[in-house]
């Protein structure tokens, strides 16, 4: 080493250091790129399994990173959970999908993912609602996606929150259901109008060899007991989604009817009402 003290760190990890640097670096680039518009939305159609008629689109973000290209919300998101950007970004992605859900007919709705961060901000109710009143969407038209994550301290305010969003007027969802460490008894207490079930059953589960199918059907089967929709994710092949229509999973998301997709395609295609 040429001297003692913070240059001898970086000559004996150079990796390391590197790589602590590049997650500083990525941070305050993430407070830039929503000031300067390098975040946008896409959006994900949602179709009924039997019609196949467009029912709604999942809001989905994307960070498209001057040098780096895109990064995926996989890796992003964490990190603005992290540093306290959550709440920012995501009454963005809000605000945003709201602004195009209003051009769309009103029989298509739009689904927004809710972070567990964000659902422990008192202000989300309010937020929520102002957002709703600004872009004149109806509160029925809007669907919030949390997950099970939610549920892992089971504290009373989780609750108090749920009753708030529902006494808005939207829908609730439950997403990535049967990937988390829950216990299914908060399903006994809370009003989801939908469950939406992981691309990690769905994939692969018209396999004759895989147990997927019963998972499925499991599935479909307590959410109908409990009145509430199923859609499947992540349906990429004509086997798939025969198989979650004849599992009689209420909704499909995946590939086969579309990728999440720029503003002006959605609204196209919600205007057209069925994919051919
Ligand atoms: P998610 O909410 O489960 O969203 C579904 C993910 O599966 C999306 O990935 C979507 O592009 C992908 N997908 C949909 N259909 C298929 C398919 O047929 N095959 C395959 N292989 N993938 C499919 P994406 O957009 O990369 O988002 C990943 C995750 O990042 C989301 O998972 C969600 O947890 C999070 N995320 C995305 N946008 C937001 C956001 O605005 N707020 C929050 N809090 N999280 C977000
Ligand atoms: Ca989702
Ligand atoms: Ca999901
Ligand atoms: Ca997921």
Not at 261 to 273: C, I, T, Y
Request: hydrophobic letters at 40%.
């Amino acid at each position: 080493a040429k001297a003692a003290g913070k240059g001898c760190f970086r000559f004996f990890e150079p990796e390391m250091h590197e790589a602590a640097r590049e997650r500083q670096r990525l941070e305050s680039d993430l407070r830039v790129a929503l000031e300067k518009e390098q975040l946008r939305v896409v959006f994900q159609p949602s179709v009924d399994a039997s019609s196949e008629a467009v029912t709604g689109f999942e809001a989905l973000v994307r960070w498209d990173h001057p040098e780096h290209g895109p990064i995926s919300p996989v890796q992003f998101i964490p990190l603005a959970e992290e540093i306290g950007l959550i709440n920012e970004i995501g009454e963005w992605v809000l605000r945003t999908a709201c602004e195009e859900a209003v051009k769309w007919p009103s029989s298509v709705n739009v689904a927004v993912n809710l972070s567990p961060v964000q659902f422990k901000a008192h202000a989300l109710p309010s937020i929520v609602r102002a957002v709703l009143s600004d872009t004149g969407l109806s509160a029925k038209r809007l669907e919030l996606e949390i997950t099970e994550g939610v549920f892992l301290n089971n504290d009373e305010h989780v609750h108090e929150m749920i009753g708030s969003l529902k006494a808005i007027g939207l829908k609730l969802a439950l997403d990535d259901f049967g990937t988390g460490y829950s216990s299914l008894s908060y399903l006994q207490r809370v009003p989801f109008d939908k469950i939406k079930i992981d691309r990690s059953f769905v994939q692969g589960a018209s396999d004759p060899e895989s147990r997927n199918a019963s998972l499925i059907r499991a599935m479909v089967g307590l959410a109908s007991d409990l009145k509430m929709q199923t859609t499947a994710e992540g349906v990429e092949t004509q086997d798939e989604l025969t198989l979650v229509r004849n599992l009689g999973c209420s909704l499909v998301q995946g590939y086969i009817f579309g990728k999440p997709m720029p503003a002006e395609d959605a609204l196209a295609l919600a205007s057209e009402g069925a994919i051919i």
